[in-house]
């Protein structure tokens, strides 16, 4: 199919072979003239033409380069004319998104700055409240059938309750503090080589001592030995570590959770599987959404842990989807491309 500019030099370009052929029927000297009146007025148009068609094809890599986020790119450096009038149309939208960039830059590191000063607060109440539990605890140890003091198993739990919630409270303050931080962009990744190998031992080790108590086994046997990528490893295992915690939570006594890996020259894949209960169908377009609570989640789960998972992973050039399989449980996959971030 011909364009508009296709037509309109066909088009043109026929009504300069009509007037030569008529001026031949004519005589040789009508004919001369009509070749250089065609020729007069054609390699003009034609050179201007091809210029604006530079012009345009200019203005079309330059607001290709707006679009992924080079803000260097200038406008008013086009001369005047047609293409003139839309680039001054574009600096004026740059500018603005400019602005708007800027107001939500600000915006959102000082919503992570006052995020950062809540939480300093909060920590102040929480250390000299974990301080007296763990007193309070002390005495119960040392009168552990009650006594006079009024000790006893009630007592010994409703303080192993409140020592749980404040241990939640703190994770809770610097699972948020780590979100708004990545929010504002104010975190620094350090770009480093990390083996999926020792990702998973140190994203596990926290929990072993609680899959004992569980039975529950980790099967790392399908991770290629030398996969790894290019990231941040600290970020990385608070990652991969809040996937484990899930799986964790919704695997039954004695269940088992298995971790694949393998690189190729495109990604490195790293695959969380459980055969828990899995997850509910109309759950799955939003669970890594911010406070988003399962239909299966626990009673302590508050919805923030898979979310800072995602947000972890995108800056870090990764992705992550959720599935279910079909033998049952969960699955997890994460993806972290290669090139530059």
């Given at each position: 199919?011909?364009?508009?500019?296709?037509?309109?030099?066909?088009?043109?370009?026929?009504?300069?072979?009509?007037?030569?052929?008529?001026?031949?029927?004519?005589?040789?000297?009508?004919?001369?003239?009509?070749?250089?009146?065609?020729?007069?007025?054609?390699?003009?148009?034609?050179?201007?033409?091809?210029?604006r068609k530079r012009k345009l094809?200019?203005?079309?890599?330059?607001?290709?380069?707006?679009?992924?986020?080079?803000?260097?790119?200038r406008f008013k450096n086009y001369?005047?004319?047609?293409?003139?009038?839309?680039?001054?149309?574009?600096?004026?939208?740059?500018?603005?998104?400019?602005?708007?960039?800027?107001?939500?830059?600000?915006?959102?590191?000082?919503?992570?700055?006052?995020?950062?000063?809540?939480?300093?607060?909060?920590?102040?109440?929480?250390?000299?409240?974990?301080?007296?539990?763990?007193?309070?605890?002390?005495?119960?140890?040392?009168?552990?059938?009650?006594?006079?003091?009024?000790?006893?198993?009630?007592?010994?739990?409703?303080?192993?309750?409140?020592?749980?919630?404040?241990?939640?409270?703190?994770?809770?303050?610097?699972?948020?503090?780590?979100?708004?931080?990545?929010?504002?962009?104010?975190?620094?990744?350090?770009?480093?080589?990390?083996?999926?190998?020792?990702?998973?031992?140190?994203?596990?080790?926290?929990?072993?001592?609680?899959?004992?108590?569980?039975?529950?086994?980790?099967?790392?046997?399908?991770?290629?030995?030398?996969?790894?990528?290019?990231?941040?490893?600290?970020?990385?295992?608070?990652?991969?570590?809040?996937?484990?915690?899930?799986?964790?939570?919704?695997?039954?006594?004695?269940?088992?959770?298995?971790?694949?890996?393998?690189?190729?020259?495109?990604?490195?894949?790293?695959?969380?599987?459980?055969?828990?209960?899995?997850?509910?169908?109309?759950?799955?377009?939003?669970?890594?959404?911010?406070?988003?609570?399962?239909?299966?989640?626990?009673?302590?789960?508050?919805?923030?842990?898979?979310?800072?998972?995602?947000?972890?992973?995108?800056?870090?050039?990764?992705?992550?989807?959720?599935?279910?399989?079909?033998?049952?449980?969960?699955?997890?996959?994460?993806?972290?491309?290669?090139?530059i971030v």
């Amino acid at each position: 199919m011909w364009n508009k500019d296709g037509i309109h030099w066909f088009v043109y370009l026929a009504s300069a072979v009509f007037g030569l052929t008529a001026g031949m029927f004519l005589s040789y000297k009508a004919a001369l003239l009509a070749v250089g009146c065609v020729a007069f007025c054609t390699l003009p148009a034609f050179f201007f033409e091809c210029r604006r068609k530079r012009k345009l094809r200019a203005l079309a890599l330059d607001m290709d380069r707006l679009l992924h986020g080079d803000y260097r790119v200038r406008f008013k450096n086009y001369e005047e004319g047609e293409t003139e009038v839309v680039a001054n149309e574009l600096a004026k939208i740059t500018d603005t998104l400019q602005t708007q960039a800027e107001k939500l830059r600000n915006e959102k590191k000082y919503l992570a700055d006052s995020i950062a000063d809540i939480s300093h607060q909060i920590r102040t109440p929480l250390t000299a409240l974990n301080l007296t539990l763990e007193t309070m605890g002390g005495r119960e140890a040392a009168d552990p059938l009650g006594g006079e003091a009024g000790f006893g198993e009630e007592y010994a739990l409703r303080l192993k309750q409140a020592k749980q919630l404040t241990h939640r409270i703190e994770w809770l303050i610097e699972a948020l503090l780590k979100l708004s931080k990545l929010d504002a962009g104010t975190v620094e990744f350090v770009r480093e080589t990390v083996t999926v190998e020792k990702l998973i031992r140190d994203a596990a080790k926290p929990f072993g001592i609680l899959m004992d108590l569980r039975g529950q086994t980790l099967d790392t046997k399908k991770v290629m030995r030398d996969a790894a990528f290019t990231g941040d490893l600290a970020w990385s295992t608070e990652a991969v570590g809040n996937i484990l915690k899930n799986c964790i939570e919704h695997t039954a006594e004695g269940g088992l959770i298995s971790v694949a890996a393998c690189e190729n020259a495109i990604y490195t894949e790293i695959v969380v599987e459980d055969n828990g209960e899995g997850f509910d169908p109309q759950d799955l377009p939003h669970l890594f959404e911010r406070f988003y609570k399962g239909r299966n989640s626990s009673g302590n789960s508050v919805g923030i842990g898979l979310a800072l998972t995602r947000a972890i992973l995108l800056v870090q050039n990764g992705t992550i989807c959720a599935e279910n399989r079909r033998e049952g449980g969960a699955r997890f996959l994460i993806r972290i491309y290669k090139g530059i971030v």
